[in-house]
Structure formats: structure tokens, C-alpha cells
């Protein structure tokens, strides 16, 4: 097993990685669970059947337990079903010293974070992250749900006990969730780290390669990346808003395409490249483009433009995005590996990028 300590200004946490972890849950989260009341387990129909009696059945040991299971995908991440989640707390009986257990991805993640951050003004919750894009979900504290104006508008700051990370559970994943959760990967390594992109870039040439084992071997890098900069900042004043790179596009691309046709990491693929587009527009930098869409592509990542929606379209969506100032639109863009900085980028600029690497052109 492996272990990453998150420390920020005002708490500190375990991530335990490692194979099997889900079974020995109680022994692994001895000291969370002592002179709790009861758990609640939120997690999907899709995780429920495969992994929630393995969590259930470790737990009830040593803790009262119930799970309440929402539908999978984007769509839990609403109103309605955070309402659901918090009528599941009230008629379980939660009080405050109560936890829930998030047990699924990055949507369960950030649905029972909120649900926990704001049950009873707050009651401590964990993380059981079920997906490779949970790598990055579940480690930081940024919980919410999704408006029908944009994502993640409603949301708070709150920090996990511990996360508990069984990298068995990523067997059952299908391909397109390898992919998903890799993108934020990459990511992390683009922002951050030369020698470990220069690795990935080495070795994973397709689709196949993302699942490796060796796949599995870096989530401690990655998590320790993220881990590094929410130390720094955990309330994304600064450095932390730099893990948004790829996400002014992917939200736009996400929300337009209804949440589901495209999954967040893929959306997020496409919204690195156009970053790099953006910063060798403005001189800042000089991708060669080409080379880095085209190892993206070979993953199966679709970034090659598509034409089915206006730049306008995007980029009204883009000003919703709660990264926008004020309606200005603002990019997360890299000088080079490691070097991000932050960047309005005017609209008409914009429009005509956008227009440019054909996003945004339908007739
Ligand atoms: N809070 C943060 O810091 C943060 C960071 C990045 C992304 N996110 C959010 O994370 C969400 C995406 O997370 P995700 O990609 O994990 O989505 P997800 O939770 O919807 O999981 C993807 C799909 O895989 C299924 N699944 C989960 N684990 C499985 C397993 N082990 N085997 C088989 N199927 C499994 C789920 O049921 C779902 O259908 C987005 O809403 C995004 O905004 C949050």
C-alpha cells in the first residue's frame, strides 16, 4: 500500500492506495470511524452491485451502516438528487456525528462531499473513489452539483478524512472511463511535472496502454501533484486555479454536448490543446500543435475539431463558466511543461481561435 498526506492551512488527510483496501475499509479507517454515530454510503447503481457489500459488509462491523444508491453519470450531480441524498441522511437518523461514505467517481465524489459539507452545516465525510479521473476528484475538497447555466456553480470547500483508494475497483472500468480519468493524468503532468509527461509520452502510445499495470503504478505521482498544490492553496486563490487547465473549453464542450456523449476527461483533452493554440497565439509559447493532438488522438481522444456548434454557442457558455470574471473569459495556458499561468483572453480573439482550430464552426 501507498499513502500521500494532504496538508493544507486547516486540516491534514490520509490517501491510502493500494489493491484491495475496500475489504479491510473498517481497519483502514479505524480512527475516522471512532465515536461516529452512523455511515451512509452514497454510491451509484452501477457501483453499488459491484463494490458497496464489500464496503457494507467491512463497515457494519464496527459502525452502523446504510447506503443509498443514486442513478449513474452527470445527471446525479442536479439539485434534485442532492435533495434525495439529504432526505436519505434525515430519514437514516444522521446527526452530526455521523459520516458519509462517497463510494463511486468523481460524480459520487462530489455530490456526497456537498451533501456532507452542508448536512447539519457540515458532517465529516470519505472518500472511495472508484474511477482513475477519481485520482483527481476525490483529493482536494472541491465538492458540488451542477446548475442547467453551467457546472459545478454550487458547491463548497470540504476536505475528506481520508481517501481510500482500492485500484482492484478499476478493473470493472469500462475503456472510455480509462481514458476520462488518464486526461487528468496528463493533465497534472503538463502543469507540473516535464520528466513524468515524458514518460507517459514514452509509453502509452493507445488505448490499451493507458490500462497497463503500470497505469496503476503512477496514481501516487499524480495524486502527490495535486496534493502538492492544494498544500499551496487550498481555496483556489491562486496556484491551485492552474488545475483548471483544459477546462474552460471541456466545460463548454461538456455542457454542449448535453453531459454524457462526451466524458469530463475527454472534454478536458480537448480543451488542453486548444490551450496550447491559445498560448502560441499570444506568443507565449510554441507547441507544435500536431505532435501533441496527435498522441491524444492515438489514445482515442477526440480532438479533432467538430462543427456541430457556433463559436458564439461556446463561448456564451464559456462566460457562465464560474472561472469567468465579471464575464471575462479566462484561460489557464502554459508557456511550456511545468510553466502555467492565467490569461483573459478577449472575445473576439477568442471568437476567431475558436473559429480557426474549427471549434465552433457549424454552417
Ligand atoms: N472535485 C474535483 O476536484 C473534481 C476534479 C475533477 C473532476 N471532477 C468531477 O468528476 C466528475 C467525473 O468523474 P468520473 O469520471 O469519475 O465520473 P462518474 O462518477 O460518473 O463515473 C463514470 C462512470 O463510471 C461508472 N463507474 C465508476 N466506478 C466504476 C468501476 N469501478 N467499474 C465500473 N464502472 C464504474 C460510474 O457509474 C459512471 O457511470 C465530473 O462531474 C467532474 O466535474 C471533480
Not at 458547491?155 to 478493473?171: I, K, M, N, R, W
Not at 461538456?254 to 497565439?281: D, P, Q, W
Not at 511550456?336 to 480573439?349: A, K, W
Amino acid at each position: 500500500m501507498e499513502e500521500v498526506i494532504v496538508a493544507t492551512d486547516t486540516t491534514s488527510y490520509p490517501v491510502y492506495i493500494g489493491k484491495g483496501l475496500l475489504r479491510d475499509a473498517a481497519a483502514m479507517l479505524r480512527n475516522v470511524l471512532n465515536g461516529r454515530s452512523k455511515a451512509l454510503i452514497v454510491t451509484d447503481e452501477t457501483v453499488a452491485p459491484l463494490y458497496g457489500d464489500d464496503l457494507l459488509k467491512s463497515l457494519e462491523v464496527v459502525i452502523p451502516v446504510a447506503m443509498h444508491i443514486v442513478p449513474a453519470g452527470e445527471s446525479s450531480k442536479s439539485m434534485a438528487v442532492y435533495e434525495q441524498v439529504l432526505t436519505a441522511c434525515m430519514k437514516e437518523g444522521l446527526d452530526r456525528k455521523s459520516i458519509i461514505i462517497a463510494l463511486g467517481g468523481g460524480v459520487i465524489g462530489d455530490l456526497a462531499g456537498f451533501a456532507a459539507a452542508t448536512y447539519m452545516r457540515g458532517i465529516p465525510f470519505v472518500q472511495v473513489p472508484t474511477t482513475l479521473l477519481a485520482q483527481d476528484s476525490s483529493v482536494g475538497g472541491k465538492t458540488g452539483i451542477n446548475h442547467e447555466l453551467g457546472k459545478n456553480l454550487i458547491g463548497a470547500f470540504h476536505q475528506p478524512e481520508a481517501v481510500l483508494y482500492d485500484t482492484e475497483t478499476l478493473s470493472s472500468l469500462p475503456d472510455k472511463e480509462w481514458r476520462s480519468g488518464f486526461a487528468e493524468m496528463v493533465k497534472h503532468a503538463y502543469i507540473k511535472d516535464p520528466e513524468f509527461l515524458a514518460w507517459l509520452k514514452e509509453n502509452v502510445h493507445s488505448e490499451a496502454d493507458i490500462k497497463k499495470d503500470h497505469i496503476r503504478g503512477f496514481l501516487k505521482r499524480s495524486i502527490s501533484i495535486k496534493a502538492d498544490i492544494v498544500k499551496q492553496d487550498e481555496k483556489e486563490s491562486g496556484v491551485r486555479a492552474f488545475l483548471n487547465f483544459g477546462h474552460t473549453l471541456g466545460h463548454a464542450l461538456e455542457k454542449i454536448t448535453g453531459y454524457g456523449e462526451l466524458t469530463h476527461g475527454e472534454a478536458v483533452a480537448c480543451g488542453m490543446i486548444f490551450a496550447m493554440r491559445v498560448s502560441n497565439e499570444l506568443s507565449l509559447s510554441s507547441w507544435d500543435i500536431a505532435e501533441e493532438a496527435s498522441w491524444l488522438q492515438a489514445l482515442g481522444y477526440p480532438v479533432d475539431a467538430a462543427d456541430r456548434f457556433t463559436a458564439d454557442e461556446l463561448i456564451t457558455i464559456m462566460k457562465h463558466d464560474k472561472k469567468a470574471n465579471a464575464g471575462d473569459i479566462t484561460f489557464v495556458l502554459l508557456r511550456e511543461v511545468g510553466q502555467p499561468f492565467l490569461q483573459t483572453v478577449e472575445e473576439r480573439l477568442l471568437h476567431s481561435l475558436l473559429t480557426q482550430a474549427g471549434w465552433g464552426d457549424k454552417a
